[in-house]
């Protein structure tokens, strides 16, 4: 069975010959094939590479496009820069609050030499390992992205205090992400991955969530008729898990480390399945042994539940992580007996 037969094996509830795991290795694949990140980051063929090296070496079931939101803050006009060891910054948001909307231009999904770089990773590692793993895009929805537009505080103020403001924004936002969202399924994700910030404990407020995040999401969700995974972006759940439930074509909820999974099973729909595992930042403290133990603990939590992957959670695998961290978590899901 491939890692990609694995996959959505689980998701569709049955009982694969052991369980998917993953890593978040968008960015520790440029470790792998000692590439600078400025020309990772650029260059869609040196990702593939990347990404497939990561396969290669870890055995992984989902391989991932680039995981660098600041390079769609910078597709709007805004300034990413570049550390050594982090995947891209957003510098400066390319205007610095609403009042300044009519300053944007839309970069067009097909011709954009920023957005052209994630649609021809994704066409890459489609063609290269798409019968052997899953292939997850991540990209900010349509209430998440003026974070990377405005800056967070800027947007937090247009969603509390100004509403013609905020119905501009996602009278923008929303047609672009569908646009954005519906070429990266064409070009070959199985899946697509919304970092959900303002569903979060530690952004979003009960009236943001219920009345803007929500329902703009589920509009969009509605249309575009694609499998998500909504990821937590640092942040729990927990408060607002519920509503998260409520998404349509919900394929998977990837939980903070401090949430409960089992509870978070209770609260999500049947057919939605939970990931959840080591804490990427964690990892390079963590001991092999520390890994395996954590990874064994989930697994025999979700004994019982067929819709369960096992993955690293928060941000990008760290370039210092040792290998051997990876590889624990796959000797663990290879000794565990379904």
């Known amino acids: 069975m491939s890692g990609r037969e694995r996959v959505f094996s689980v998701l569709s509830g049955k009982a694969p010959e052991r369980r998917p795991f993953s890593a978040l290795l968008s960015l ?11 020309e990772f980051y650029a260059d869609s063929k040196k990702y593939v590479q990347g990404q497939c090296a990561a396969l290669e070496t870890f055995g992984l079931d989902v391989i991932f496009a680039p995981f660098a ?29 609403a009042e300044h909307l009519d300053e944007l231009k ?8 920023g957005l052209l770089f994630f649609r021809e990773a994704i066409r890459g590692l489609k063609k290269s390992k798409g019968e052997e793993a899953a292939l997850a895009a991540i990209l900010p929805g349509p209430a998440d992205l003026p974070i990377l537009l405005m800056g967070l505080e800027a947007w937090l103020d247009t969603l509390l205090a100004n509403p013609d403001g905020t119905r501009r924004t996602l009278d923008l936002t929303t047609p672009f992400f569908l646009k954005l969202a519906r070429a990266f399924v064409e070009d070959g994700a199985d899946a697509l991955v919304l970092p959900a910030a303002l569903m979060t404990r530690a952004v979003g407020s009960p009236g943001i969530v219920d009345e803007v995040a929500l329902p703009v999401l589920r509009d969009a969700l509605e249309e575009l008729r694609a499998p998500v995974i909504v990821h937590h972006v640092g942040g729990r759940f927990r408060k607002y898990l519920d509503r998260v439930a409520r998404l349509p074509f919900l394929a998977a909820v990837v939980l903070d480390p401090r949430d409960d999974p089992l509870e978070a099973k209770k609260i999500l729909p049947e057919e939605t399945a ?46 210092e992580t040792e290998p051997d961290r990876i590889h624990a978590m796959r000797k663990t899901v290879e000794a565990h007996e379904l």
């Open 274 to 319: 939970v990931v959840c595992g080591p804490d990427a930042g964690g990892l390079p403290a963590a001991s092999p042994r520390e890994v395996e133990d954590e990874c064994r603990k989930l697994l025999e939590i979700f004994r019982e539940e067929p819709r369960f992957i096992l993955a690293t959670t928060g941000a990008d695998v760290p370039l």
């Open 69 to 97: 939101m600041a390079l769609f803050g910078e597709a709007f006009g805004g300034e990413a820069g570049y550390l050594e060891d982090q995947a891209p910054n957003l510098y400066r948001p390319a205007i610095p609050s």
């Open 106 to 113: 839309v970069p067009d999904v097909d011709s954009h030499p």
């Open 28 to 38: 520790y694949g440029a470790r792998l094939i000692q590439c600078p990140l400025r």
